[in-house]
């Protein structure tokens, strides 16, 4: 399903629209949205009953920056902003760094992968081992 907001021109073309009486039947026919998209962008962003394009768009920005998207990208983790930082007091390029901590984080799960490679491999010896003494 993907996902497209309403940009700052269309949310004026709403305001204009709505401002010169248009339902929003036929606002959505001029932006090739749904309707009911249109419906939801005019009762979500309405401000006493009336709705204006950069007051829409401001709430949108607000809304957007406090939601948590993008929070992958944080670096929240103190051990890991206190390794970059020294790292680069130390001389190192970001993308040194970037690979250092790829190549850790990589080594890390392939050992765990082998670590759990290796545990069902045991686990199908002794199963085995137990079915042949039978």
């Not at 949310?11 to 998209?37: Q, V, W, Y």
């Amino acid at each position: 399903m993907s996902h497209t907001y309403f940009t700052i021109n269309e949310r004026e073309t709403i305001a204009l629209s709505l401002a010169k009486g248009m339902k929003p039947f036929h606002i959505a026919k001029i932006l090739d949205r749904n309707r009911s998209s249109i419906g939801r962008e005019i009762k979500q962003n309405s401000i006493d009953g009336e709705y204006r394009g950069l007051n829409a768009q401001e709430a949108y920005n607000s809304r957007k920056s406090s939601c948590g998207c993008g929070a992958k990208e944080k670096l929240e983790d103190e051990k890991i902003v206190e390794y970059i930082q020294k790292r680069l007091e130390d001389g190192w390029t970001p993308e040194e760094i970037k690979l250092k901590v790829l190549t850790v984080l990589l080594l890390r799960l392939s050992t765990e992968v082998l670590k759990r490679g290796n545990l069902k491999e045991q686990k199908r010896n002794s199963f085995r081992d137990r079915v042949k003494k039978i």
